[in-house]
């Protein structure tokens, strides 16, 4: 009977913090740093959650460690619903480069709601002589490893679009980690690096610019952002397909009643016209799913990347 009363009361006491969720400041962090796409959908996101919830979301950045120094902070923040990540595919990736994580992703996340899907663009810098993905690879075959490629970090979604690149086309390019797409874009405008594979999001002003030249988008289907840029399949490199998620995910132990309530109010926000306006703009693709649905995709894709680190063989201590 005690365990059962024990029981009834532990119930109520997570209903009641859930009824009561929120009644502070959310924080939604980015393990990315300032001015990348992560960066830019977490901030539109806050915006709209904290006039829905009614309550202050803030964005705090934490990058560093392809994105997981901030994975790992939330992963062992308190689970009551106010710290929660703007994680991406790149944590999917992670579980298989790291040969040891402090955390799991699978098992220390809950997952809520992927908010939008980008695709990822092959642009290089305009200096760069090759005028298209053909022209790209034998001018990379004819220097092996003098071609450089910027990431976001080693073993995040672009790292291993850049390997995935490689082994399709037999070409050998030279990787460059660096702690975001905003610190990447600038050494990519001033010539530090030759090309990237980063979403659209931060150099789409520059390809529109012409300061930067897209090639390829690296999905299977066009961007409707560069209608006019082939995709990697059709540029002859077959079936390759890789785009970049993003999604909310809270620390496991959360009270399920707020992982529905936060599902329930980002679901409503990225099936918003203002919001898809906004991604539209930055050229991304609004889904807002079940966490099943995210759960399933997180599965699906660490089990995917885990042959292809391996194919890469790329490995991070």
């Known amino acids: ?33 300032t001015g990348g796409t992560t960066d830019a959908i977490a901030r539109t996101l806050g915006q709209e959650l904290s006039k829905s919830l009614g309550t202050p979301v803030i964005v705090e950045n934490k990058p560093g460690a392809g994105a997981t120094i901030g994975a790992d902070y939330v992963a062992k923040a308190k689970p009551d619903g106010y710290t929660i990540l703007l994680g991406a595919v790149h944590h999917t990736i992670a579980s298989s480069v790291y040969k040891k994580l402090p955390y799991d992703f699978q098992r220390d996340f809950a997952p809520v709601t992927t908010v939008a899907l980008v ?8 200096s760069v002589p090759a005028k298209n993905v053909t022209e790209l690879i034998a001018l990379a075959k004819k220097t092996p490893g003098k071609l450089t490629f910027g990431s976001n970090g080693n073993g995040t979604g672009q790292h291993l ?3 995935q690149f490689g082994i399709a086309s037999g070409a050998e390019i030279m990787h460059v980690p660096y702690k975001g797409s905003g610190p990447l874009t600038i050494d990519l405008l001033g010539g530090q690096i030759d090309m990237s594979f980063d979403t659209v ?3 789409l002003s520059h390809i529109r610019a012409g300061k930067l030249r897209a090639l390829a988008v690296t999905t299977i289907k066009r961007s409707a952002a560069l ?18 998620w993003f999604g909310v995910l809270a620390p496991s132990a959360t009270p399920k009643e707020v992982v529905l309530r936060l599902n329930a109010e980002i679901v409503k926000i990225v099936n918003s016209p203002d919001f898809r ?3 539209d703009e930055i050229g991304a693709v609004p889904i807002g ?3 099943v649905q995210m759960a399933a995709q997180i599965k699906t894709d660490t089990e995917r990347f885990a042959k292809l680190v391996k194919d890469a063989k790329v490995t991070i201590d």
């Not at 695709?119 to 305009?126: C, D, E, K, S």
């Not at 209608?227 to 970049?244: I, S």
């Open 289 to 291: 799913n079940s966490s």
């Open 119 to 126: 695709p990822n663009v092959l642009v290089v810098n305009a």
């Open 161 to 163: 679009i850049g390997a």
């Open 201 to 203: 999001t931060p150099v």
């Open 277 to 279: 306006k906004r991604m």
């Open 1 to 33: 009977m005690h365990t059962a009363a024990m029981a009834v009361l532990l119930g109520t006491g997570t209903a009641a913090m859930a009824q009561a969720w929120p009644a502070k400041t959310i924080s939604i962090v980015v393990p990315f740093a």
């Open 227 to 244: 209608p006019d840029v082939p995709t990697l399949d059709e540029a002859g490199l077959k079936g390759f397909d890789q785009g970049t």
